[in-house]
């Protein structure tokens, strides 16, 4: 029921655009995405509702296809800074709550 | 300083002992939640709690007890750990669970049984 990541890593050079998908086989309410430096807790970025929004933060925004059931989180000109691991999250009946997997980005000089 | 705090942040226990990890947050939320997270796994989700009183089991959550007598407090109790609980902890807690909105972290707890 975990929703599944991809890719599970990624490198890019500073300057570049990455896009990190998440997928479930379970239906989408909402989705969340998090990301997590090394040694830290994870981070709140944004959530997004069903309606195939799509929401900004900074130079980062995602999408959100509930029919596909999938999100996508697009990065930017990426920067140093957003090296970490990347995490989708969602909800189940019951306000359980399943992250995915997980998609290491490092970005390099 | 709005925040979720963790205590102990490292601990280093044997078989069979029991322990408990607070989560304390001054945010008045009223949803609170237990992960766990290792290698290759991500974040699993050992409990969460609604409200005062309402605590229901989430992924994983064998071998380990919750309590919510305090809306801000919410302890994980491991009363007899096994080296298949060693991993790193977070607490987490958002101002709603109905949907659950933005969670804030706690800085983790490491716990290492042997």
């Known amino acids: 029921q975990q929703p599944v990541q991809s890719p599970q890593a990624v490198i890019l050079r500073e300057g570049e655009d990455a896009v990190i998908n998440c997928s479930s086989s379970?239906?989408?309410?909402?989705v969340h995405w998090y990301r997590q430096k090394h040694g830290e807790a994870p981070v709140f970025l944004m959530i997004?509702?069903?309606?195939?929004e799509q929401k900004g933060h900074e130079k980062i925004s995602a999408s959100f296809n509930e029919k596909k059931q999938q999100s996508s989180l697009y990065l930017t000109a990426s920067q140093l800074s957003y090296s970490g691991t990347y995490f989708c999250?969602?909800?189940?009946?019951?306000?359980?709550?399943?992250f995915g997997t997980g998609t290491s980005l490092t970005v390099i000089p | 300083e709005a925040q979720v705090t963790q205590n102990p942040r490292y601990l280093i226990t044997v078989t069979g002992k029991k322990l408990t990890v607070t989560c304390s947050q001054n945010m008045n939320h009223e949803y609170m939640s237990w992960y766990r997270q290792d290698p290759g796994l991500g974040l699993r989700q050992i409990y969460y709690?609604?409200?005062?009183?309402?605590?229901d089991k989430g992924d994983v959550p064998e071998g380990y007890k919750v309590s919510r007598k305090e809306k801000r407090n919410f302890p994980l109790i491991l009363e007899s750990p096994s080296p298949n609980q060693t991993s790193l902890y977070f607490c987490?807690?958002?101002?709603?669970?109905?949907?659950?909105?933005?969670?804030?972290f706690g800085p983790g707890t490491r716990l290492t049984v042997l």
């Open positions: 987490a807690s958002s101002l709603s669970g109905t949907p659950p909105d933005t969670q804030y």
């Open positions: 709690s609604m409200n005062v009183e309402v605590t």
């Open positions: 999250g969602t909800e189940k009946a019951g306000n359980q709550f399943y």
């Open positions: 997004l509702l069903k309606g195939g």
């Open positions: 379970k239906a989408l309410y909402s």
